[in-house]
């Protein structure tokens, strides 16, 4: 039974073994091979808001453009495959000229202000963008992209181009012309960026500052004006309260001279009849009725006393 459990070791022919161990070490490779080939397919992918641009790499040659693409959005897998993103949303950069950079006006006042630019990269310059402006490579930061881009091409026209907008004008009419002064270096940096894919949106200027001693002069000048408006209108008042109690004097006159023309004895006497009527049907007063001149109405007048003749017949006299 021991015989029967014992194994014989199996020995193979050198040749045999060395081809076994030959097909171990190609499959080997083999399997290598396959995983590292299998790394190189990607599958790129550009998120919203930005544009990418995709290449194909090769183990030995050169890059070739394979094209653009929206996003959201990828290639899909393929071969050796890179993306490089774009962000195609506007952008705000601010170039700030003070201290140093301050610029001096018509007059010579040194002005400090601040210019902002809104622009983006144009969806369809993408590929132009990539292969003339930028100079980054595909793994690097999108926004960096811009920025450099940005950089080299577009900032420093744009801060010549204000600096000659701002000198054009005297310091203290800076200030009323921010928005011309904006319209013209818009126009002239949307001449610059016509045919290239930069496309500017607007350009504003603002936070101007003057030296301190103009600005406090100004601010001098201002409550001198304030102050002389503010005794311009007391004076202005006054001539209108002037004015106003001269028409009324003029009217008290007048209404005083109407009354007195048309104080006639007959209009008197008019008046003395309807005030008696008036009495008489009063329940209220006890009237004593005198009669006096003809036919017992009152007279209006001087009664002719002192030698002119005698007083009319019922009169009492003092």
Excluded: C
Aim: hydrophobic share 40%; glycine share 8%.
């Amino acid at each position: 039974m021991s015989d029967a459990l014992t194994r014989t070791p199996i020995s193979l022919p050198p040749s045999r073994m060395r081809i076994l161990l030959l097909a171990a070490g190609v499959a080997a490779i083999g399997l290598v091979v396959l995983v590292n080939a299998f790394r190189l397919f990607s599958n790129p992918a550009t998120p919203p808001g930005y544009v990418g641009y995709v290449t194909r790499g090769a183990l030995f040659g050169h890059v070739t453009f394979v094209g653009l693409q929206t996003g959201p959005t990828s290639s899909g897998l393929g071969w050796l495959l890179e993306v490089t993103n774009v962000s195609v949303t506007p952008y705000t950069y601010a170039e700030d000229f003070s201290g140093d950079s301050a610029v001096l006006s018509a007059d010579s006042l040194k002005i400090a202000f601040r210019v902002h630019l809104v622009w983006r990269v144009r969806p369809e310059g993408v590929k132009e963008f990539i292969e003339r402006y930028s100079t980054l490579r595909p793994h690097d930061d999108p926004n960096r992209i811009v920025e450099v881009a940005y950089a080299n091409f577009i900032r420093e026209p744009l801060r010549t181009y204000a600096r000659d907008e701002v000198q054009r004008h005297k310091g203290l009419d800076i200030k009323d012309n921010i928005t011309p002064i904006g319209e013209a270096i818009t126009r002239r940096i949307t001449e610059l960026t016509a045919n290239t894919p930069f496309e500017v949106r607007s350009v504003v200027v603002g936070n101007i500052q003057y030296p301190v001693e103009v600005a406090d002069a100004v601010s001098k000048k201002l409550a001198a004006i304030q102050e002389l408006e503010r005794k311009l209108t007391e004076i202005e008042i006054t001539k209108r309260e002037k004015d106003k109690r001269i028409i009324e004097a003029e009217g008290i006159a007048a209404a005083t001279e109407i009354i007195s023309q048309r104080l006639t004895a007959g209009y008197l006497q008019y008046e003395a009849i309807k005030a008696q009527h008036e009495m008489i049907r009063s329940q209220n007063h006890t009237t004593i009725y005198i009669p006096v001149g003809p036919m017992g109405v009152p007279l209006v007048g001087n009664l002719n006393i002192g030698g002119h003749g005698d007083p009319p017949s019922g009169a009492t006299l003092k």
